[in-house]
């Protein structure tokens, strides 16, 4: 799986969008961008994921540039409650055989939002 | 759902003992993970299994460490015996495809 970089932390402002960049320069054209994030003392959380075109939920939304080698996971109206170990991830989706489980964690981002 | 279940949330055990984890995946789910969090080393896969059957244990860390999953809602992880160096909070996790759901965890001690 490609490796990622993500700045080591990160400051938001409660109420303001929360923009987490990562790079993926070395992304395969078969390889998913997901994002999971930690708060503290949980185990990590699912947020989104995708392939190439951006991606929106309910938590938060995903864009990944027309090259694939960067992305940005926006939540538009961060609050107290996000702050977290965000942490994004790149891997190829099959869904069987040996490489499925290797969803490999980073150092990830810690964002901190304050009031 | 009440998600991926683990017991129990916290042990403290004496150097030498066994200590047996515990993890109830979510129901339906064919996919179950065992992972170790550490200040040091961060979040490490060590096991998952696919419809109750190891697929690949190349992360647990030596003999001491082992994984059963008898049935499709349980799984254990246990450490015989039991050193300081694997204290460490130790997560249980489930899927079916692209999400992965994790459990609180269990945070051992081993003193």
Not at chain 1, 26 to 45: A, D, F, K, L, M
Not at chain 1, 62 to 71: A, G, N, P, V
Not at chain 1, 78 to 91: F, G, K, P, Q, S
Not at chain 2, 46 to 70: C, H, Q, T, W
Request: proline fraction near 6%; aromatic fraction near 10%.
């Amino acid at each position: 799986d490609a490796k990622t970089t993500q700045p080591p932390s990160m400051d938001c402002a409660e109420g303001r969008a929360a923009n987490l960049p990562c790079n993926h320069s070395t992304i395969s054209g078969n390889e998913y961008v997901y994002w999971y994030r930690q708060i503290h003392s949980q185990g990590p959380q699912y947020i989104i994921h995708g392939l190439k075109n951006n991606e929106t939920n309910e938590m938060a939304s995903l864009i990944i540039t027309e090259d694939r080698k960067s992305s940005t996971l926006i939540l538009p109206h961060a609050t107290l409650r996000d702050t977290a170990v965000y942490y994004c991830i790149v891997r190829v989706a099959n869904w069987s055989g040996n490489s499925y489980g290797k969803l490999t964690f980073g150092q990830g981002t810690i964002l901190t939002v304050h009031p | 759902d009440a998600g991926v279940i683990q017991s129990p949330r916290h042990e403290v055990t004496e150097m030498g003992q066994e200590v047996t984890l515990r993890c109830k995946p979510i129901s339906g789910h064919d996919y179950l993970f065992w992972y170790r969090q550490t200040m040091m080393r961060g979040l490490e896969l060590l096991i998952y299994f696919n419809n109750n059957v190891p697929i690949d244990d190349s992360g647990m860390p030596e003999d001491r460490f082992s994984a059963k999953m008898p049935n499709a809602s349980f799984s254990t992880l246990k450490i015989q015996p039991s050193e300081p160096r694997d204290s460490a909070v130790y997560f249980c996790a489930s899927s079916l495809r692209a999400q992965r759901y994790f459990g609180p965890g269990t945070r051992l001690t081993v003193t």
